[in-house]
C-alpha cells in the first residue's frame, strides 16, 4: 500500500513558472526522497533530504520538510518544457525499500 | 558507466502463462530491489536483495511471485499462471550499499501485460 500522497494530482504551468508539488506521508522517516517519471517508465532520483534537515536545494530545485507535519514540498523553479513529468515523492522508513506517494503529473507548455 | 538494464522492455502474454523478467544491476551494486507500478500510481515495492539473498519479500503479493540472483548480480523476477491483475510496469533498480540513504537507481522497466 502507498503511504504518501501527493498534491496536486496534475499541474499544468507555462514555462517560466514555478511548479509546486507537495507531499503527506503517514510514518516517520530516514529521509524523503524526489524522483522524476518520463513516460511511465524509468525513475530519475532528483534528491534526497534527511528526516534533520529542513530545506535543501538542487539547481532549480528546492524541497523541504517538515517532520512535525509529516509533509515535503518540491518547487522547480524557472520551469522548461523539459520539465513536463510525473514527479514521486518515496519515503524511506528506515527499512531498505522505498514507499511511493501517489505522484503528480506536471505539465509545463511553451 | 552503464545504468541499470531491463528485459524484455515489453512482454505480452496470456493469463495462466508463466514469465520470466531479468534486471541487470549497476556494476558492483550490493543491493538490488523490484517494484511494480500500475498504470497511475507510484511504484511498489517487491523484494530486494542484500548479495545473493532475498533480505525482504515482504511485498510479494502472492506465491506466484518469486525472484533470484543466484550470483549477487542478475536477478530474474519470475511469476507463474499469471492473472490479468499482473499486469503493469515491473521496475528494477540497484543501489551500492544497502542502507537508507543510499540513492536507487532505476531501470527502465518492462511493461508486462496479461491478456
Known amino acids: 500500500s502507498q503511504q504518501g500522497e501527493e498534491d496536486p494530482q496534475a499541474l499544468s504551468i507555462q514555462e517560466g513558472e514555478n511548479a509546486t508539488m507537495n507531499c503527506s506521508y503517514k510514518?516517520?522517516?530516514?529521509?524523503l526522497q524526489w524522483y522524476r517519471q518520463n513516460s511511465g517508465r524509468g525513475l530519475v532520483h532528483l534528491i534526497l533530504i534527511r528526516s534533520n534537515e529542513r530545506e535543501k536545494h538542487s539547481g532549480r530545485l528546492r524541497v523541504t520538510l517538515d517532520t512535525s507535519k509529516k509533509s515535503s514540498s518540491l518547487l522547480i523553479t524557472a520551469s522548461r518544457a523539459a520539465d513536463t513529468a510525473s514527479y514521486f515523492c518515496a519515503m524511506n522508513t528506515g527499512f531498505q525499500k522505498l514507499v511511493f506517494g501517489t505522484g503528480t503529473r506536471l505539465l509545463v507548455s511553451p | 558507466g552503464a545504468g541499470v538494464s531491463q528485459t524484455p522492455s515489453n512482454k505480452v502474454t496470456e493469463k495462466g502463462k508463466y514469465v520470466e523478467l531479468r534486471c541487470d544491476p549497476i556494476?558492483?551494486?550490493?543491493?538490488l530491489y523490484w517494484y511494480r507500478q500500475s498504470l497511475g500510481q507510484g511504484p511498489e515495492f517487491l523484494i530486494y536483495?542484500?548479495?545473493?539473498?532475498?533480505?525482504?519479500d515482504s511485498g510479494l503479493p502472492n506465491d506466484r511471485f518469486f525472484a533470484v540472483r543466484p550470483e549477487g548480480s542478475v536477478s530474474t523476477l519470475k511469476i507463474q499462471r499469471t492473472e490479468r491483475g499482473d499486469s503493469a510496469v515491473y521496475l528494477c533498480a540497484s543501489s551500492l550499499n544497502v542502507g537508507g540513504t543510499d540513492t536507487q537507481y532505476f531501470g527502465p522497466g518492462t511493461r508486462l501485460t496479461v491478456l
Open positions: 556494476s558492483g551494486h550490493t543491493a
Open positions: 536483495f542484500q548479495g545473493t539473498g532475498a533480505a525482504d
Open positions: 510514518t516517520s522517516i530516514n529521509n
